[in-house]
């Protein structure tokens, strides 16, 4: 039943995936912030690529710390299966024959308004312990989670303070991960992964261990990292080489180039070996 080594030591190069996998693989599960997007924008090149994985019969899934109101646009309007948002809070997934949205949440509605009060404080105290830090623009559009922007509408902070906005989130007893651009937390018992084994049971009635030879993930940076551990088959785009020191479970392979070239690099590639 494949490959389960579980994190790779060194990546290989992403030109060495088979052909027999390319040629079975039914889902692509991608990062958005610089895995497609490069310096923030969506390059028409890398919005072709995610149409061309669409159109070659592959369902893709984003999978991003990005809040509920982004979602729901994506999973309306991109050629998308479906979205998992908010680190895993929920998933979105629109039926344009139905013209149905269906909307998969972890926690309870009345779990999600008393963990806000909660993340609200501590978005406080982080502002006021960390100089140069901000609750992230996106803030406003988040169901369940909250954001710290530590280099998107901010100046770049350092490590130092990035490792400090972590503490603090971790003696208040939430769970964080760090993206290229924002450190979130919240409350629950869930992630990236725990939701994307959802989206997939309940789309194809089957456990994502069944299915790890028809799977592939892409990302960019730590807050991938439960996918790089848990699934068999993942790709980082070049710009991964900056985070390595915080990584232990790293991805199986690696593109040349960094962002959103680094992802229609993938997408050629697997394409190229579909069509063998
Ligand atoms: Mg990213």
């Given amino acids: 039943m494949g490959n389960h080594s579980k994190g790779h030591n060194k990546p290989e190069n992403i030109k060495e995936i088979q052909e027999k996998f390319c040629k079975n693989l039914n889902f692509l599960f991608t990062d958005i912030d610089d895995t497609i997007t490069t310096d923030g924008l969506i390059d028409s090149s890398a919005f072709n690529a995610v149409w061309k994985i669409f159109k070659a019969g592959i369902k893709v899934v984003p999978v991003t710390g990005r809040p ?10 991109w050629p998308v299966a479906g979205v998992i948002g908010e680190n895993g809070s929920f998933y979105f997934s629109y039926n344009h024959t139905t013209k ?44 369940s989670d909250l954001a710290i922007d530590y280099r998107e509408d901010t100046e770049p902070l350092g490590k130092q303070a990035v490792n400090k906005i972590c503490r603090i989130m971790e003696e208040e007893g939430a769970t964080y991960k ?32 069944t ?66």
């Fill in 178 to 209: 760090v993206s290229s651009i924002h450190v979130n937390c919240w409350f629950g018992d869930y992630d990236k992964v725990a939701c994307l084994k959802q989206f997939l049971k309940d789309t194809t009635g089957a456990e994502m261990d």
């Fill in 68 to 77: 509920a109101g982004w979602c729901d646009h994506i999973a309306r309007m």
């Fill in 211 to 276: 299915l790890n030879e028809r799977i592939i993930f892409i990302g960019d940076s730590p807050n991938d990292e439960p996918m790089f551990k848990e699934l068999p088959y993942t790709v980082a785009v070049s710009n991964i080489n900056k985070f390595l020191d915080d990584i232990t479970n790293l991805p199986r392979y690696i593109t040349q180039n960094t962002s959103g070239k680094g992802f229609e690099e993938m997408v050629n590639i697997i394409i190229g070996k579909r069509n063998l």
């Fill in 100 to 143: 149905k949205m269906k909307r998969r949440y972890f926690l309870s509605g009345k779990e999600r308004d008393k963990n806000q009060k909660k993340l609200k404080a501590i978005g406080e105290r982080i502002i006021r312990e960390v100089p140069g830090s901000m609750i992230a623009s996106d803030q406003p559009f988040r169901i």
